[in-house]
């Protein structure tokens, strides 16, 4: 690694369900605008610009990083798209971390967004394709039998999805930009309906129109500010997603993307070392799950946790201080936020979802059938 | 006391309006679809024009051009509408304040149910067909939305490749086809070229049975555009005996408070006559009664 990368801007939309007074470049452009103020940035300091979308059907738009360019200052910069599925947001912030890092660039917008309002995620999800019966329904109904092997497996409690829908919309209600405000109780989140069994309507996430936005500088730059986030490791791994002998509750790919950003930030412990977390929940018993997956538990035990509220504000190891992916989906964009709730923490300005002496965070995210995996490290030090 | 007497009357005449100069001007711009209003001497825009301005100025006559589009600044709906009322079902009489006005337009709004009326929307003008030279030649403001329809059709020939479709031929005959990796022993439903574990081919083509264990499944609930499938429906992923990994199908046969993680399942396949190189060959799979099988025993596959 020839420089070292910080976060030095952070900028996102209200979220909501439709933000119908903008466009897509109005969208994309407000998020981007935000981070530059942060940053005490123009325009003109940036060189290049990295976006992140979810897969074309969700918008209907191809290659939108053409049409979005103006929208972005790009003229005459170098802009290209990433393209990860759901854990988009988060390798989208990996790649352009990595321009930063190489040398290449010294100053890098970066950016992901959805508008779900335009589209149909459930459509998009559930081709009814030939020579097959259409069978899956959304991402729900991928995801439920895996909830239900983990119940199985693990012998969770069976209240620990709905102890995390609390928890993330507790959560949420302090954060004003997130799209869900609900403050909710254990017995109404118990008494939603059942949409994929073993998944209840409160137990999944929204869906939201959204984008988010991030600077990335070298050195020279990250005194622009005095509070630089700044990236000690990250890492983007994949794996099929049907193979013999594959793991679909506790996915290699993710064990092996959570070993290789701690060991490139020099983390032996995570639930020591780390501060807190903003990890990728869309449905909610994916907390336990991932807390068993990124080693913040031992297999089996992550349901626990939960159950005993560390993963709460104020609890051992915070998790999706923000509200997290079950408060807010616009799902091109969810995993920066992901990334950049992180950062937010470390610079002590998440507001009142802060974590108090925040120093180390983990972002992130995934995507596919639980296969495409995207983590960062970040921390108030160097 | 004698009876009051009482007998109907109507008082009905046309009388003929002056219009003057400025209101004149506007209404015959109506005719041609033009919308006007006009500048006072401390510099607004009154649509619908006047001749003296609220502060007893004289308007300048200077005209301006207006988009035919504009605010509700407040509203009243009458959900039933009288026989003189501009419009025959439900309505909002509205002030308008059209773009680039300072002042408001009582006018009609054409929002078919209350729910869709509210203080700051946008609407746009229709022009009534025939006209008359009278403020009706605006038939009614309506609803503007900030979207428009993005339609689209993307048509394709899918070809499911050699190993695929020698799956599809498979179940044209009633058969389930899985591809071994020769080395390994796994067996892939359906085959594929390579294993993606080791990387090699799986040339052996073996048959596996119609019959297996249900992993894990979940019951789907919820409705969505495109679906095929009326809810409530199972969906379940079954490890067929002597396949390494699981097909997706329906459970059916069986109550759904009844399914359960290790059920022993077999295919229900359609009347023989109507197979088809496609898995809708078979309709779901169903319980066979056989006993469930242990956890351990199949844990490796979730």
Request: with cysteine; proline share 7%.
């Amino acid at each position: 690694m020839a420089e070292h990368c910080a976060v030095i801007g952070i900028g996102q939309t209200k979220h909501s369900e439709s933000r119908r007074d903008l466009s897509i470049p109005g969208l994309v452009r407000d998020a981007a605008v935000r981070a530059l103020q942060d940053a005490n940035m123009s325009w003109k300091d940036i060189e290049c610009v990295v976006i992140g979308t979810a897969p074309d059907m969700f918008e209907g738009v191809m290659m939108p990083e053409l049409w979005l360019s103006d929208a972005l200052g790009a003229s005459g910069k170098p802009i290209f798209r990433v393209h990860t599925a759901g854990s988009v947001g988060g390798s989208t912030a990996v790649v352009a971390s990595h321009l930063v890092q190489a040398g290449v660039h010294e100053k890098v917008l970066t950016l992901a967004f959805e508008k779900q309002s335009e589209s149909n995620a459930m459509w998009a999800l559930s081709p009814a394709v030939p020579f097959q019966p259409q069978l899956v329904a959304g991402a729900g109904g991928y995801f439920a039998p895996l909830i239900r092997s983990y119940i199985r497996r693990s012998d969770a409690h069976p209240d620990t999805g709905c102890m995390v829908a609390v928890k993330d919309r507790q959560h949420g209600l302090l954060n004003p930009d997130a799209h869900l405000h609900l403050d909710q109780s254990l017995e109404e989140v118990k008494a939603s309906p059942m949409l994929w069994d073993p998944i209840r309507y409160s137990e999944t996430c929204p869906s939201s129109d959204g984008a988010v936005a991030m600077v990335l500088v070298n050195d020279k730059h990250a005194a622009r500010v005095q509070n630089p986030a700044w990236i000690t490791g990250t890492s983007v791994r994949t794996e099929r997603t049907f193979f013999a002998g594959r793991d679909q509750v506790n996915p290699a790919a993710g064990k092996l993307c959570a070993k290789d950003v701690y060991d490139q930030a020099g983390i032996t412990n995570p639930l020591k070392e780390i501060d807190c977390a903003e990890v990728y929940v869309p449905f909610s018993w994916f907390e336990p799950m991932w807390l068993e997956n990124l080693g913040f538990a031992e297999e089996g035990q992550g349901w626990r946790m939960t159950m005993e509220g560390k993963t709460k504000i104020g609890g051992e190891m915070p998790w999706n201080m923000s509200g997290g992916v079950m408060c807010t989906n616009p799902i091109g964009a969810s995993g920066m936020l992901r990334f950049a709730e992180a950062a937010r923490q470390v610079r002590g300005t998440a507001g009142r979802h802060q974590v108090e002496g925040a120093k180390v965070a983990l972002g992130h995210a995934y995507g596919g059938g639980s296969q495409f995996f995207a983590m960062w490290i970040v921390s108030s030090e160097r | 006391m004698s009876e009051i007497l009482s007998a109907p009357y109507v008082l009905e005449y046309t009388y003929t309006r002056s219009t003057g100069p400025v209101v004149g001007r506007f209404l015959e711009g109506l005719r041609y679809e033009v919308l006007e209003g006009v500048r006072t001497a401390d510099g607004r825009v009154l649509c619908p024009p006047v001749e003296y301005d609220e502060q007893g100025e004289a308007t300048t006559g200077e005209f301006v051009q207006l988009r035919p589009s504009g605010t509700v600044k407040t509203w009243s709906w009458v959900e039933e509408p009288r026989k003189s009322h501009p419009l025959d079902r439900p309505f909002a009489w509205a002030l308008i304040q059209i773009d680039g006005a300072d002042n408001s337009m009582l006018h009609v709004v054409d929002a078919g149910e209350a729910k869709r009326m509210r203080t700051g929307m946008r609407v746009r003008l229709r022009w009534a067909e025939h006209k008359s030279g009278t403020i009706r030649d605006i038939a009614c403001f309506e609803p503007m939305s900030p979207f428009m329809p993005g339609p689209v059709h993307l048509e394709y020939e899918v070809n499911p490749g050699q190993h695929y479709s020698a799956y599809l031929r498979g179940l044209q005959r009633g058969q389930i086809i899985g591809g071994k990796d020769p080395e390994s022993g796994k067996v892939y439903v359906p085959p594929r070229a390579a294993d993606p574990v080791t990387g090699r081919p799986t040339s052996e083509y073996v048959e596996v049975a119609d019959r297996g264990v249900l992993t894990t499944f979940t019951i789907i609930r919820i409705p969505f555009e495109g679906q095929k499938l009326k809810p409530p429906y199972c969906f379940g992923a079954i490890v067929l005996d002597g396949a390494d990994m699981p097909i997706y199908h329906l459970i059916s046969g069986v109550p759904h408070d009844e399914i359960r993680m290790g059920m022993r399942v077999k295919a229900k396949w359609k009347p023989k006559e109507q197979w088809q190189t496609s898995l809708e060959n078979i309709l779901y799979f169903e319980p066979t009664g056989e006993p469930d099988v242990p956890f351990e025993e199949y844990e490796e596959h979730l």
